[in-house]
């Protein structure tokens, strides 16, 4: 069965500053790695995905994320904070990208930006 | 990107009384769409995978009796929450893939 960690319920970061946010995951089969955001009382967006091929991915906002089979990790990174980037992150995997191959999130990262 | 709809955004009933929540895919089909239920600060949790014309799976520990689901078409899922109670108040999130994953903006269920 697959399952997400993300070490860190909570993490602060002053503006400006580099963001690391932790991921860990469980899969029998290579896995499809996502990270996405929530802000308050919102919907989820995609952030960015690792499917095969590059194990380093950009996606939006200037995150980026690197999957690590050894360290069987996916930590979301951005060198430089903004206070827009405060809101909840969840890290998920599935084990397919057919049409049935449900995702599962982990429990989520609130971030908080420090002016 | 694809588009997935959810109705209604927002729904406050009282206790006792059933909840229909709509999922829809705008401009594709969907043989399998996915229910989530999240409560606040609280990560996604999977409820059940809605399958076009057959019965759901529902995770373990989900009531299937308290939880209907319904797909009826390619292009819609319906969850029924039953004789809703205050505990099931929550954010319910519907999703469907068509190649990337697409969620449905959410419906907030407030059960008073």
């Known amino acids: 069965a697959q399952s997400v960690t993300q070490l860190g319920s909570h993490v602060s970061v002053s503006e400006g500053a580099l963001v690391l946010l932790r991921c860990n995951y469980s899969s029998s089969v290579p896995p499809y790695l996502f990270w996405y955001v929530q802000y308050p009382n919102q919907g989820l967006q995609l952030l960015l995905k690792y499917t095969t091929g590059a194990t380093l991915v950009k996606g939006i906002n200037g995150f980026e994320a690197e999957f690590k089979k050894s360290e069987t990790s996916f930590h979301l990174t951005k060198p430089s904070a903004h206070m827009s980037d405060a809101a909840e992150y969840f890290c998920?995997?599935?084990?397919?990208?057919?049409?049935?191959?449900?995702?599962?999130f982990g429990p989520g990262t609130s971030l908080s930006v420090i002016p | 990107g694809a588009v997935v709809s959810q109705h209604p955004s927002r729904v406050i009933c009282k206790s006792g009384t059933s909840v229909k929540i709509e999922c829809r895919s705008l401009?594709?089909?969907?043989?399998?769409m996915f229910w989530y239920r999240q409560f606040p600060k609280q990560s996604l949790m999977l409820m059940a995978t809605?399958?076009?014309?057959?019965?759901?799976?529902?995770e373990q520990g989900v009531e299937k009796d308290k939880f209907l689901i319904n797909h009826a078409s390619l292009t819609l899922s319906t969850l029924t929450v039953t004789s809703a109670h205050p505990e099931d108040s929550s954010f319910y999130i519907c999703?469907?893939?068509?190649?990337?994953?697409?969620f449905g903006p959410g419906t907030r269920l407030t059960v008073t």
């Open positions: 401009d594709f089909q969907a043989t399998t």
């Open positions: 809605s399958n076009e014309g057959s019965k759901a799976t529902y």
């Open positions: 998920a995997v599935s084990e397919g990208q057919t049409s049935y191959d449900k995702v599962i």
């Open positions: 999703s469907a893939r068509s190649g990337g994953q697409y």
